[in-house]
């Protein structure tokens, strides 16, 4: 059975990469919350949380931190929100971090999480390239 993920990470599916190293992949949501919901996935084919090596959790977990801030950063957000499903809700079987840049009274309650779509490839592909230009320093 292929996963999209596996696909993404070995370069076989296109998608926005704002972060990659020999460990993960960082790329923007197809179907983001708002924009800038970048998925962080390792690059070997590992479902949950439970399953990341021990000797990878503190090097993944440093990734997540640097595109936490990168992503703030990059759409001028006054926060994020960042979220792990292990298994209930996970749509692609690989574990992956959200990492969803937040505004106040930007309309997300609890956990009803209405998508959107960027308006075209154009709007997807610049925000993809102001993340990757503000973890650049990171």
């Known amino acids: 059975m292929s ?8 370069g076989r599916e296109i998608s926005d990469v704002v972060y990659q190293d ?3 992949v960082a790329f923007l949501d197809h179907r ?6 970048v998925l962080l996935v390792p690059r070997a084919h ?3 949380l439970a399953e990341l090596p021990e000797s990878d959790v503190g090097p993944f977990f440093r990734i997540a931190q ?3 801030v990168a ?8 926060g994020s929100f960042i979220a792990i499903n292990n298994i209930v809700s996970q749509s692609v079987p690989h574990l992956h971090i959200h990492i969803v840049p937040r505004r106040r009274k930007d309309g997300l309650r609890g956990f009803f999480w209405p998508r959107i779509r960027y308006r075209d490839d154009a709007e997807r592909h610049e925000t993809a390239e102001r ?3 503000f973890l650049a320093p990171l």
């Open 66 to 68: 640097r595109l936490e």
């Open 71 to 78: 992503v703030e950063r990059a759409m001028s957000a006054d």
């Open 3 to 10: 996963c999209l993920f596996c696909e993404i990470a070995a």
């Open 131 to 133: 993340i990757r230009s």
């Open 46 to 48: 590992i479902v949950t």
């Open 22 to 24: 020999d460990l993960a």
């Open 32 to 37: 983001p919350l708002f924009a800038g919901h």
